[in-house]
T-cell receptor
């Protein structure tokens, strides 16, 4: 079946460095991709999204890159801060029909002060 | 600020009990969702609703039912709770739109079935 997966379950980064979290997806029909951040004890929170007609989108300190050729998605966090420590999920959405979102299993980002 | 509110943060129930998890959103969203989150398995969709009184099965609907009598409220029902339903339950909502829309999540309900 279709799946969304992450390459690294845990990522440790020094404060101030850049973080890169990777995600592979397999549903070629997916056309909308989202990154969520989940802090301990909270529900996932939207960070940034990208549609399949783009290959890069930037937000505040975050950038999402989409490579449709190899079905790869990445989240880059610039100047990582302790408050960035959380679990990050990528999600794919096949917008045809109804909105069904498939989540990856998550990557835990640990920021070392 | 937009909000999805889940009625309970922690819940402890006994096997065989009927359990109601309530979710309310104040964003006038058409779509509402129930997920469960388990370590190593990520978020799995139980049921969703795209309109009042409408419901669709997600990936793991067995043992659950839902109710959406009002646009803002989406309830998840465990007809007869079992220990394998111990989990974190997350409610979410989104607008309807072509091309996909981001989800807004509640803080979750940690359910323990003893």
């Amino acid at each position: 079946g279709e799946s969304v997966g992450l390459h690294l379950p845990t990522l440790s980064v020094q404060e101030g460095d850049n973080s890169i979290i990777n995600c592979a997806y397999s549903n070629s029909a997916s056309d909308y991709f989202i990154w969520y951040k989940q802090e301990s004890g909270k529900g996932p929170q939207f960070i940034i999204d990208i549609r399949s007609n783009m290959d890069k989108r930037q937000g505040q300190r975050v950038t999402v890159l989409l490579n449709k050729t190899v079905k790869h998605l990445s989240l880059q966090i610039a100047a990582t801060q302790p408050g960035d420590s959380a679990v990050y999920f990528c999600a794919e959405n096949n917008s045809g029909g109804y909105q069904k979102v498939t989540f990856g299993t998550g990557t835990k980002l640990q920021v070392i002060p | 600020d937009v909000k999805v509110t889940q009625s309970s943060r922690y819940l402890v129930k006994r096997t065989g009990e009927k359990v109601f998890l309530e979710c309310v959103q104040d964003m006038d969203h058409e779509n509402m969702f129930w997920y469960r989150q388990d370590p190593g398995l990520g978020l799995r969709l139980i049921y969703f609703s795209y309109d009042v009184k409408m419901k669709e099965k997600g990936d793991i609907p067995e043992g659950y039912s839902v109710s959406r009598e009002k646009k803002e409220r989406f309830s998840l029902i465990l007809e007869s709770a079992s220990t394998n339903q111990t989990s974190m339950y997350l409610c979410a909502s989104s607008r309807s739109g072509t091309g996909g829309e981001k989800l807004f999540f509640g803080s979750g309900t940690q359910l323990s079935v003893l």
